[in-house]
């Protein structure tokens, strides 16, 4: 990939990666961080950008913290019975909110809830949103 993307792309990409990176977890096989990274961006991860790079890295290595967290703002809901899509969007929205602090809020919804609309169900969005609404505060940036 020659051309630098912008961090909604980024924020996307890093999104369909942890979807991989999730499908293979609940497959039982090898999870490769390096290799799913190169394979999704055809080129190598010492070249990918730095902001994708660490947020996966988080994501990956706080994922059960992070899962923790969110939990009881799911009310009804046990977080291994949502859709992977919405596993990885949260998962990414907590580890921008948690590890890159400079990530405001409203920014940090309005993302997951573009992506909620491109790749989950209908209403899924508006789960997203009320989920992280609910539990993005300054308890979790502790």
Known sequence: MTQALTR???QE???QILYSYLLLE???KSKDIVSLVEESLDQQFDDVDVFLKLTLVKAIKYKDELIEYVT????RWKFSR???TIQAILILSLT???YFLEMEKP???DVAVKLAKKYGDLDDYKFVNG???NCLNDNLRK
Do not use: C, T, V, W
């Open 8 to 10: 909604n792309k980024l």
């Open 13 to 15: 990409k890093a999104m």
């Open 72 to 75: 009881p703002y799911l009310r």
């Open 26 to 28: 609940q497959l039982g």
């Open 96 to 98: 921008h909110y948690k």
């Open 107 to 109: 920014i940090i919804i």
């Open 131 to 133: 989920i992280l609404d």
């Open 82 to 84: 949502l859709n992977l």
